[in-house]
């Protein structure tokens, strides 16, 4: 068999029996950005079947861009147990603790990986998989971003889970999704606030939790969804909004 | 296990399947137009494994148009044992034999799949894959459409077969491919000529055949690589050559 | 005279003598994906003049990319006597029926074709015309796909009609022309809900039906209109739509 | 029947029949421009069968625009009688004549259309027909600009002609086409020079004539293909150049 | 001195010198489609000072595609009298007069500049010139349409009129932007109707008239402003409403 | 050490050194137009810290295409002391005073810059820093317009101020994402009405003042805010609403 | 007379005037960046008639930006006396001076202007025009930048000059033209070459002069002409070089 | 000191120091791919200063797409070791490695970071630097990502270094601007071959080295600078090629 015909079958094969096992999980992450890595890890680390979707083919979310191009970003006192279970070196400065982007970036997807999470690139969560009586969410619809970006016109798949957790970011995509085409759910995504970053750090850890059966919320989405205030290139609330997703979603599914 | 669940897993598991078939086949066709699409079926029709790999999401090349968005084509006498065999109707009128652009399209396909050709929509060969002494063409590397145009930068698949047919039509994109990356066979295409139909539609099929070990070229893909005049919307021309090509590769690969 | 002038007389005049008689049907069906092409069919089979607008110059609506490019489909039991009439093969997998998307995409087409229906390609439905007392559909306003695509300003053309049929999948495009230029008929076009794929299934048959006088609607474009959920890339219910529309309005032309 | 219905039928059985005798004329005229409309009117004045082609859904080339904008062109006292052929209005100043910019559109094409010529808007030659010992043009493929515009792959129509002109201005397309697609004419085009406007005047003008049988060129397309300098918003060279053209084309077609 | 400079010195003179006369005249009439350019004609030929504005270096509007780029367009038995007006020549067939797109295009723009009245190509009016008690429009900002297509932001100049007349078709765009910007005069543009080729015809001539103090509307924006059905191809409303507001404004202008 | 790293390290220490004091400034001026230069020489004359942040990489707003690329614009008798103190020559011509465009906008910088304030090219501001109790605003988020053009996504830094100027022009910018970012306060930008020069230029100086504590507002920006008409290549208004801005904040900031 | 008349008349009429004179100067320099404003100053300041053609509504080149957007460039000791004639106020660090860039863009615009040249702003440098035996550049052809922006086809005007400068940086689009249209003059444009700062500063100002008669380049286009190393965010060169242009061209205008 | 200044000083000082290092260091790695992360890592382990710039926010060049988005790469049994060292987990199949995608990007990542490496996204290197006798590169001009994609002009900063490393894989995007920018180094990119996995991943680690003083190669790059075999989604040639490259420059700069 030539090695061209071995490379394509092993590739597919593989990828083929994780698909298999992805189409039913425990926890659906969607964004690969600071808040989804650090949940992806607590949460696999509690022994769940983690899958993280990421529409780039890269994670970090805005950590790659620093503040303004400048390549660090900042984090508070609170943040530094976290720093240190992941293992990112951190400077203190004027009561802040300087950390390199690129470094964040990459210790945390390492960890939520060696953590038993997946994260999978190029897949956008395009709408979410519903059911009534209560009202709630079981899963996801997935596309590749290589095609919505193309415009073609494609059928999704659908992923099937226990927990849904909306961390992507500024627009929240999954809310926003479900609030625009579940009209019953009544629920507003205002965005968020011009900036204030002492309250906004506070306030985004305090609001993150559950929206209503089987729907999280985490990171920036959380202050889109409640319209909470901007805090720019400082990133604790970020880590600590994903720390304690995972906490509420363990409790919830061990429930 | 919810529905959604069941939908994804039939289907990747049932497309994974054929895909470990796909990555060795006998013949790779290059484009499901009228000269490809024809090729597929009397290929099949003689037991070989063919794969038809069309970018579009849909089949029939310049048939749709028409002549100018007008929904009819033409073909000449010689063409006609083609239409009967894929049960194409057609109407008499000036010495040519008009038929319906849809109606060529969809028989085409329909009578291609039956014959056990496979057509895969979305997917684009983007390179060939080579061997060395003597210089030879033994499969091709194929990759998403979508992604080629989203612009992201992805790697490709391999699909190894015994012969490869370029039916892209006036682009001939593997041979354009080809004689840009392997300078040493010092393949050139030159492009087609202007428009001379009557002299098109003899030269084209006259042309149509093996271009080195293991590559063929039918359809305006052959005008585009000897500079033959172009046609317009007369296809007997497209169909015949199609046909031919067939003939060819099943000797070949008898021997 | 030259073959090319003989090229040219022969389409036009062909093609001319065809768009006379489409200027006045008993049927346009908009959008030739599985609702379109199966409501095609069936309603030409009874003996009405029926034609397919579609703006691509190809068919198959959704069908091409399968789920997620995966190139393969599903449908259910019910939908198997739909798949016979159409000569589509089908194999059975976890109570499922995979079909090869290709394959239904050419036979949908050739059998709608094959009972007399007229698909026509790169003609797009901008708008429908009307009367009054009672408000009721009567036609559509067509243009050039092509001439859309361009930005140019255009005059379209008209084609009265029996029935119109909205079979333009999730965006409902004749619905929402007419309810955004015809205030007074107060048709709201909320859009298609999340995920529920039984649920969807057996809803979109359910609501399949005639809109007011003379406007239709079948496929996906029901669930756009009534807000039911979204299905992937099971097949069942448009193809269930499709046949279920060329009942109602083959009953309502009788009457 | 509906008036709607009547609208189409007359519309496009209007334009069938001319279309019909379009396909095999005396003259092809590509650009309806300041050369093309002049030559169209003296060519047609003379009897003979002329159609002009334009890309656009208007007339004029670059004389709406004027100069940079403002309204106004010039011409010099040779070009007197022919404004006076068509009934433009001159005023003198500083030696040269003013003249409306859009006034001269208006007559050009009146005046051209009264004679006898018809222009056809939206339709882009994009190749020519040729015929071999000698190498001759016998005609144009023509596409409408619409679909070249939208990126559809649509195949073109023919028009068979007894003299094509190259009317198009500093692109000089047909003359582009046809030197790229036929090398063995060896026909290199050049382009304009840098401006030198008395001099370009006089050289358009004793340039101006037939490129090989069946192929003729004027206006600004003759400065492309001899590398003559630009002229700016003076007009009499383009003027002229379609005048002499006519002349050159009635003598040779009465051989 | 050189011609160059002749040629610049004598075109920007006689630009200016008109500029100077157009920044305060009677009528401004924004478009130079059918209605637009009709209605110039018979208010110049009252002797009033008229300046037509069109955005396109062209004239035309709509005609110049005829119906769905069928190079014809119809009008019925009431407009042949301005047909004649115009001189052009016309066929009659089904009940309806078919009328060549160029020629209507051609003669409408000779014919209301020989009557005296201006038309400027390249000039975007952005916005109108407003005065209080009571609200009136007293003349219109412009802009060349090249600086609003290239995205540059550049201040407009102003031209001051006893009436301004929007015939802009479809967009209404002068009423667009007073309704949007003048909020108080609560005017309301809900755009044209689903088609009714009849009643629409009647209803566009009826309707014509004017707006407030100083602003007029006529032709297809007469549609757009009353939400009247649209009507195709036929062009016998446009005709016959540009006639109408002429005399309108011509009765308002001599109070 | 080489020349290359001597000159990234100077500008790289130099420019870091002057954004440490930026991060806290006295007022922050957002856009370098005519208002936003004007305010910033008044203030800074003052002795006050100036911050001007202009999104391209160039001055001067709207002036630099004078009025419809005609390179002039005009003032009035009000505005001859700034234009002396801005040491810009002029010419009075029909009651009005010419002014060179480009005159205007090289002085205008030079003398806010001679006068102390510091103007950045290239940044744009994207959010408010707000407080509350009472609600106020204390500062900018900012980011390379690069970043914004790129749709890269970046957090950005701020900019800690007493004062905020939005003088961005006609859309108000600061004022528009406040408004759509805190909606508690309550703020509505309808934009500017339609022209009306005289009353324009008046009513724009007499609203130019503070919004809410700590935001403030000049130029055209003053007339999107209050609907107040526009007013055209006439700029005395917006060198008046600049002078006046800078003695309303330096009163305030003295409080 | 309304006060809107009275600015467009005002404005159309002094610009006029002013176009009038600049069809015929003495030096056109192409692009309103370093070099060209320092070579505009000194030679207006020596009495000769000079206009600044720049594409742009602002001037600077590449000033704007800084050194990757830190907004400080840097010159040499050699530059000081240009910085003193220019009042730009300079900072030493690392044997280097530091100048604020947007003052840098101001103070040469100002002072350019102050000494009597013309900047026309959003004007682009098309072509040249040219005289034979010998060959010579007589001045150029003018366009809108806007119009080349928007895509329309409009013929440009002429200016008639003593001398031309390329002052277009990088591109030396002057150059770039001329050697395309006038392939006599056997011009190459090999562009510039990889960095060495100190290399390229001396060698910028060497090769700044005369190219062929009437044709003079400076600044980074004397690098893309002669295949200098490029620089970077050090100016000197560029002052230099825009200083030693104007004694050249001053000295062979006095000739 | 309000947090928000706290965080912007605190951000643009660390940065600033970081950057007055990176502008002289060791190596510049030019892409933070495959290879260029495997160099990065050995080069730093070695206590070489060394700096990666990767123009994306991100990074692991082609690995995030898997094959054809199928997320799994392939290695052979010669890379364990580099797997090893790098902590990434494998499994066998078909005598190959399989790898997860995301994994390998992210432990790529982190373990160059953890070994000293600085990776500094957003950056895209567009020239290099060069000195002569011998002809050598000693750095390179850099820009933000940002600016080139917004089609702004800004100046670059200037990176000397000892080494610089071109591992941008297929476009070989350092080796292609010094080729066409030096023509005199006489290098030509003649761009990879098609296909033949075996074979590309023994030559590319072969030919992997030094191109001249100062200027390195690895990764894809290697096969486009010697025109080698492609070879798809199996990555053991590049992590090779990255190994090989740190050993080869280690022992240059150590002489």
Not at 119 to 135: A, F, M, N, S, T
Not at 235 to 251: D, P
Request: glycine share 10%; aromatic share 6%; net charge negative.
């Amino acid at each position: 068999m030539p090695l061209e015909t071995k490379i394509t079958r092993t590739i597919v094969t593989a990828t083929a029996e994780e698909w298999a096992e992805i189409a039913n999980v425990d926890v659906v992450i969607v964004g690969a950005g600071p808040a989804g890595m650090t949940a992806a890890r607590y949460l696999a680390e509690k022994g769940l079947r983690v899958v993280v979707f990421e529409r780039r083919l890269s994670f970090g979310g805005g950590i790659g861009g620093g503040g303004m191009l400048f390549h660090k970003i900042v984090v508070d006192e609170k943040t530094v147990p976290i720093l240190e279970d992941f293992r990112v070196r951190y400077q203190k400065r004027n009561d802040l603790y300087v950390v390199d982007a690129a470094e964040l970036m990459a210790k945390l997807a390492a960890h939520a990986i060696d953590a038993g999470a997946r994260i999978i690139h190029g897949v956008q969560v395009d709408d979410v998989i519903i059911r009534y009586d209560p009202l709630r969410v079981v899963g996801v619809a997935i596309q590749w971003s290589a095609v919505i970006m193309s415009g073609l016109h494609v059928d999704p798949l659908f992923v099937y889970s226990r927990a849904v957790v909306d961390a992507t970011g500024h627009d929240a995509e999954v809310l926003s999704v479900f609030s625009r085409k579940v009209p019953e759910a009544e629920l507003i995504i205002p965005g968020e606030k011009s900036a204030y970053a002492e309250e906004a750090e506070k306030l985004v850890v305090e609001k993150t939790g559950r929206v209503l059966p089987g729907l999280y919320v985490a990171g920036m989405a959380v202050a889109a969804l409640y319209n909470l205030p901007r805090m720019g290139p400082i990133f604790a609330g970020m880590l600590l909004s994903g720390k304690k997703i995972a906490e509420i979603i363990a409790e919830d599914l061990r429930a």
